[in-house]
C-alpha cells in the first residue's frame, strides 16, 4: 500500500509492522469531495506467506 513504511530486524516484524501501518492509514477519517466515494479492496496473502521459514 503506496505510503505505509516500515523498517524492523525480521520479516516477520516487518510484516506486522506493514499492517499495523495498512490498518490505521485505513482507518483514518479522510474528508472528500461531495460526489465522491471510497471502496474497499480484499487482497488475499501472497503465497509465500503461507510457506513454512520463509522469513
Partial sequence: MPGVNAQEKTK???LESL?????EMLATEIDF???AYMTTINVPDPEWA???NAS
Wanted: glycine share 8%; charged share 30%; proline share 14%.
Fill in 50 to 52: 503461507s510457506i513454512p
Fill in 12 to 14: 516477520a516484524e516487518l
Fill in 33 to 35: 469531495e461531495p460526489e
Fill in 19 to 23: 499492517k499495523i501501518g495498512a490498518q
